[in-house]
């Protein structure tokens, strides 16, 4: 089987749960008495705490965290050792419209962190010859680092793609012969748009694999199967946080879904509002808390992300928890248009069913007391929908709209290289 950490890794649900709780403990042990941050938050637990004992500790929101930040710059309290112990800072992207969260950690909580993005590398399949590059800037961004640094330990050939364009960066990955691509969906779909106005073949490349993270779209199966098309390789989802670290991986055996790495992680699902338990199976909101990264860790965290978890053996012989879908969207992503909640990743999976739409961008706008939603399309190069045929399929793709959301959008055509391109997370939804 393709495990990292087998003894951990091939556990049954028992001995998972038991190992859970001697992590939690040694964590507990340590953040009791060294960490202002969760020291309070923890004053009710027994020393020994369980999973089951943990439910009872408070809920930690990002706005704790940056309202810590703030009251004790530049790093807050959530740190478990002396300043002398921290060898790594990074950041969050502020995506969200707050500013960065600083993130710092030991050299054991790092190591734990590259653990974790092993244990998705093997998940996913990666072979002892893979060539991986990372089209990403050597910025705080903690995913890029996690990823290169897990790759090196791992012993594979790693090809760093900051500072280039996109153009430069393909002809890197086609020069080196790159196996294994690391980015977001949007880059990807992006990487092959140029490649298509370049006139490179990337099914001829050598790439045969595709480990995308930072949005939903390599769990859409519209967007995973255009990726996939255009590459001629596979998709492979992933997911973390900078304050997580990496939590999530989509196995080679089971497309569809991604495990939470529950050797490392101990994870809960609740309803957004009433913060109670839901069934497996259903929607809510994941709530993480790490096992290993005791330098800074995370109690209970309120991810923010939607998601529905299962329960039970994987073939790829895993018994860690599945998130079937991948994440389903975020609950600070949500628009209400014309009565109906909608996730912008729900859109996009309507949009890239159609091969005529390069890029898109979605902007709500308010007519009284009602939202509506403007979508803004770039069509492909040589689309085949001439100026006369626009509006049919404009009509075409609104009704596509219509039948799986419940409203009719205002769709208008843009000239082509209107609309920004990313290669970090993707903001596509623009206010009026």
Not at 108 to 127: F, N, P
Not at 149 to 174: D, I, K, P, Q, V
Not at 412 to 425: C, H, N, Q, S, Y
Request: glycine share 10%; proline share 6%.
């Amino acid at each position: 089987m393709p495990f990292h950490v087998p003894q951990e890794e091939s556990l049954d649900p028992a001995a998972l749960h038991a190992l859970q709780r001697e992590k939690l403990a040694r964590m507990l042990a340590v953040v009791r008495s060294t960490n202002l941050f969760h020291r309070g938050k923890l004053a009710g637990l027994v020393p020994d705490s369980s999973a089951v004992e943990l439910t009872r500790a408070p809920l930690t929101t990002r706005a704790e965290l940056q309202q810590d930040q703030e009251a004790h710059p530049p790093y807050g309290t959530n740190l478990s050792c002396l300043p002398s112990a921290y060898v790594r800072l990074h950041q969050t992207s502020g995506s969200t419209g707050s500013a960065p969260l600083r993130w710092l950690d030991t050299s054991e909580s790092w190591d734990w962190c590259l653990k974790c993005w092993s244990i998705v590398y093997r998940g996913a399949g990666l072979r002892a010859e893979d060539r991986l590059v990372f089209p990403f800037s050597f910025g705080p961004f903690l995913g890029f680092w996690m990823a290169f640094e897990a790759g090196c330990r791992l012993g594979n050939f790693c090809l760093a793609a900051g500072g280039m364009s996109t153009s430069a960066r393909l002809r890197y990955l086609l020069d080196n012969g790159a196996t294994v691509v690391c980015c977001t969906p949007t880059y990807a779909l992006h990487l092959a748009e140029t490649a298509a106005r370049e006139g490179v073949d990337l099914a001829q490349s050598a790439v045969r694999m595709l480990i995308v993270a930072g949005e939903p779209g390599g769990s859409i199966p519209s967007v995973r199967l255009r990726i996939e098309e255009a590459w001629g390789a596979r998709v492979i989802d992933h997911a973390g946080m900078t304050e997580t670290g990496a939590w999530g991986f989509e196995c080679a055996e089971a497309p569809g879904g991604m495990h939470v790495i529950e050797s490392e992680f101990i994870a809960e699902v609740l309803d957004p509002a009433a913060l109670a338990p839901v069934a497996d199976g259903e929607i809510g909101e994941l709530v993480l808390t790490n096992l290993g990264r005791i330098g800074s860790p995370l109690i209970r965290y309120r991810t923010g992300d939607l998601v529905r978890l299962t329960r039970g053996r994987c073939a790829c012989g895993r018994w860690f928890a599945r998130v079937e879908g991948g994440v389903l969207g975020r609950i600070d992503d949500m628009l209400i248009v014309r009565g109906n909640n909608v996730f912008p990743s729900a859109v996009e999976g309507v949009l890239r069913e159609f091969p005529e739409i390069a890029e898109f961008r979605l902007t709500p706008t308010t007519r009284g007391a009602m939202t509506d939603l403007k979508i803004e399309i770039e069509l492909v190069s040589k689309a085949g929908v001439s100026r006369p045929d626009q509006a049919s399929f404009l009509t075409c793709v609104a009704a596509a709209v219509k039948d799986r959301m419940n409203f009719h959008p205002l769709i208008e055509i843009v000239d082509a290289g209107t609309l920004p391109r990313f290669d970090m997370k993707a903001r596509r939804v623009k206010k009026d």
